[in-house]
């Protein structure tokens, strides 16, 4: 059963403009969240987070939102570059466990 | 310069045969994970450990196996029960016991079994 669900398993926005990745979890305890970026034949490397006790977090280009009343988080890509294409992965925890439940990805396309 | 390496980045076997993952982190970790990742899904945790000489199994670790004999190594073998070996494997690690949660990623190693 699948905690953390991506929806929308693509994504092709024009450079420049918003990227909004979306991601769904359904383990009301998980209370930390992470995004991670992928490149093909590469490893994940860590985007952002936000903890529970936040709405928003935003770091440069990336900000991501969570409704803890929903069960749903996004990731804002404000302007959204060509190097921005890549899998995007959305992934939640509980504190003290150290696992990370991860989305099935959306890939996002930059185009220019 | 810390990080996960993982080696070979492309291994091929033939059915049957055992096969082991390389993984070794320099970060001075705790924590390390192996992830498997298929197309169109997303990470799935195969076996993770959270100190030397201790592992737990993830969510699909039949037809794995681990050791964690040193802190900066945690070997993968996947045998010839695993009924689908072919796909990407990740290793990970992280900081025990902190606020935060991040695993940093090694960059993988595909493996294809024929």
């Known amino acids: 059963d699948q905690q953390v669900k991506q929806n929308s398993p693509s994504l092709s926005v024009q450079e420049g403009r918003i990227s909004i990745l979306n991601c769904d979890y359904t383990n009301s305890m998980f209370d930390y969240f992470l995004w991670y970026k992928k490149y093909p034949a590469e490893g994940p490397t860590f985007l952002i987070s936000?903890?529970?006790?936040?709405d928003k977090n935003e770091d440069g280009r990336f900000t991501v939102f969570l409704n803890k009343s929903a069960k749903h988080l996004s990731l804002h890509i404000v302007p959204s570059q060509p190097g921005d294409s890549a899998v995007y992965f959305c992934?939640?925890?509980?504190?003290?466990?150290?696992?990370?439940?991860f989305g099935a990805g959306t890939t996002v396309t930059v185009r220019a | 310069d810390g990080g996960i390496t993982q080696s070979p980045k492309y291994l091929f076997r033939k059915e049957g045969q055992n096969v082991t993952l390389s993984c070794e982190q320099n970060l001075n970790h705790d924590a390390m994970y192996w992830y498997r990742q298929d197309p169109g899904q997303g990470l799935r945790l195969i076996y993770y450990?959270?100190?030397?000489?201790?592992?737990q199994k993830g969510d699909i670790a039949e037809g794995y196996s681990v050791s964690r004999e040193k802190k900066e190594s945690f070997p993968l073998t996947v045998t010839s029960a695993q009924k689908n070996p072919t796909a990407f494997y990740l290793c990970?690690?992280?900081?025990?016991?902190?606020?935060?949660?991040?695993?940093?990623f090694g960059p993988g190693t595909r493996l294809t079994v024929t």
């Open positions: 450990s959270q100190i030397v000489n201790d592992f």
């Open positions: 936000i903890s529970s006790i936040k």
């Open positions: 990970a690690s992280s900081i025990a016991g902190g606020l935060t949660y991040e695993q940093y």
């Open positions: 992934a939640a925890s509980v504190s003290d466990d150290y696992k990370l439940s």
